[in-house]
């Protein structure tokens, strides 16, 4: 008798694990949906009310070589805008040239055509986005646009006599 007892109380003891250990998995399991839910409630607040989601690049503008006449396109995406985007080169705003368009869509891009490319156009470049909101600005790392400009058609000077006319 005594060692049937002790048969049946090691099923009672490993029922009882397996129960505990279902019981242990479903709390976890629900644990991380409440967190998860939590999360997303928490997150969705301060995106929509302005709070502490900060503004920041997506993508960022890389260096770029284009030739004299042509169009250059520099990409430039942020996440969580509020401010507005400009565009600077070598430190100074680029607003008000015709030659260049700003590309903005409202939900973060703001890329930067030049067409045509001139070869005055050739320095660094910045995306800027502005602070808004207890949100500080942002801007992007410089980068280069150099320009190549096609030759031109050769010519042939002349010497008469050791010089050059």
């Not at 839910?37 to 997506?58: D, K, M, W």
């Not at 890329?111 to 808004?132: A, F, K, M, N, R």
Request: one cysteine or more; glycine letters at 10%.
């Amino acid at each position: 008798k005594a060692v049937v007892s002790t048969q049946s109380n090691q099923t009672n003891c490993k029922e009882a694990g397996k129960r505990n250990y279902q019981q242990m998995k479903k709390y976890t399991r629900n644990m991380f949906y409440v967190t998860v839910l939590l999360v997303s409630l928490l997150e969705t607040q301060n995106t929509v009310s302005g709070g502490p989601a900060l503004q920041y690049f997506i993508s960022t503008p890389q260096n770029t070589t284009v030739t004299a006449g042509h169009h250059a396109r520099l990409s430039c995406s942020v996440g969580n805008m509020v401010g507005t985007c400009q565009w600077t080169m070598d430190g100074l705003s680029i607003d008000g040239v015709s030659r260049y368009q700003l590309d903005e869509d409202g939900n973060g891009l703001c890329d930067l055509t030049i067409d045509p490319v001139l070869p005055l156009d050739e320095g660094l470049y910045q995306c800027q986005v502005s602070g808004g909101h207890g949100v500080a600005p942002i801007t992007s790392a410089p980068v280069s646009l150099s320009v190549n400009s096609e030759p031109g058609q050769p010519y042939i000077v002349q010497a008469s006599g050791g010089r050059s006319t």
